[in-house]
């Protein structure tokens, strides 16, 4: 299944097998080069993450939860995840800021937690089955694992046409879903299924009698904007941008300069 996605991580690899249970991960190296292998575990080794994306207030999360006794054997925002879910479980996904999709297997209660970032931006593809639980970041991973994807999914396919992408959780197999963004689901040995959600998009506010002029609105507009990119700035190696010279790449660019 990994061999399959070699392209989204060509820098390394790494596989843990727990008798019925199987994680593997490959890995492209953003953070924490030297010590960033996975799957990363706890201390006792009972708990254990396999993570794609990259969480940007991880270091803030880190300190506190130093605080709170955990031990940190790695600097990676990978590591983070598991002692932020032995301290809070899913309802610490809620204070997670970053891109993600990631898996968690905790070996005391036999249980897997798989979680997606809250507008999808990193692929989950899951697939239940009679012999229990598949996932992958591409679809392509679960049909090398033999998995039976099932016949198309003609509505799928034609909101496909209607919108040009497939709404969550459908997927061009009826066999196949995707987690939906901003939700998580568990599994455990028993086969139950548990599903729910972390993040919401809000709805939107019309406060007419506490508005603010225009030029408030832009500074914070560009507070905002200043931070998004200062946040994804963090990395131990060199960072760029893809300036193609429109406006919001123009944007990004100018922010970085700062």
Not at 11 to 18: I, K, Q
Not at 42 to 51: A, I, L, Q, Y
Not at 173 to 194: I, S
Request: aromatic fraction near 10%; charge should be negative.
């Amino acid at each position: 299944m990994c061999d399959q996605i070699r392209h989204r991580g060509p820098d390394d690899e790494g596989f843990h097998v727990d008798g019925g249970v199987g994680i593997g991960m490959r890995r492209l190296s953003i953070i924490d080069l030297s010590s960033g292998h996975q799957p990363i575990a706890n201390e006792d080794k009972s708990v254990g993450v396999v993570f794609n994306g990259e969480i940007y207030n991880f270091q803030e999360l880190r300190a506190e939860l130093i605080s709170k006794g955990h031990c940190f054997a790695t600097n990676s925002d990978t590591e983070t995840l598991i002692h932020l879910y032995e301290q809070e479980g899913t309802g610490g996904l809620a204070r997670l800021r970053g891109m993600f999709a990631f898996c968690i297997w905790d070996a005391r209660r036999r249980k897997l937690l798989l979680a997606r970032d809250r507008f999808g931006k990193k692929p989950l593809y899951y697939a239940i089955t009679p012999e229990g639980l598949y996932f992958a970041s591409e679809m392509k991973c679960l049909r090398a694992a033999g998995v039976p994807m099932g016949d198309l999914d003609q509505e799928a396919i034609r909101l496909y046409f209607q919108f040009t992408y497939i709404p969550d959780p459908l997927t061009p197999f009826r066999g196949v879903r995707k987690l939906p963004a901003g939700c998580w689901l568990t599994y455990d040995g028993d086969g139950h299924v548990e599903q729910g959600r972390f993040w919401r998009l809000p709805a939107p506010v019309s406060d007419c009698a506490n508005a603010e002029s225009e030029e408030a609105y832009c500074e914070q507009l560009r507070e905002k904007f200043d931070e998004s990119v200062r946040i994804r700035m963090i990395s131990d190696v060199p960072l760029g941008a893809f300036l193609s010279g429109g406006l919001d790449s123009g944007s990004v660019v100018a922010s970085i300069a700062l």
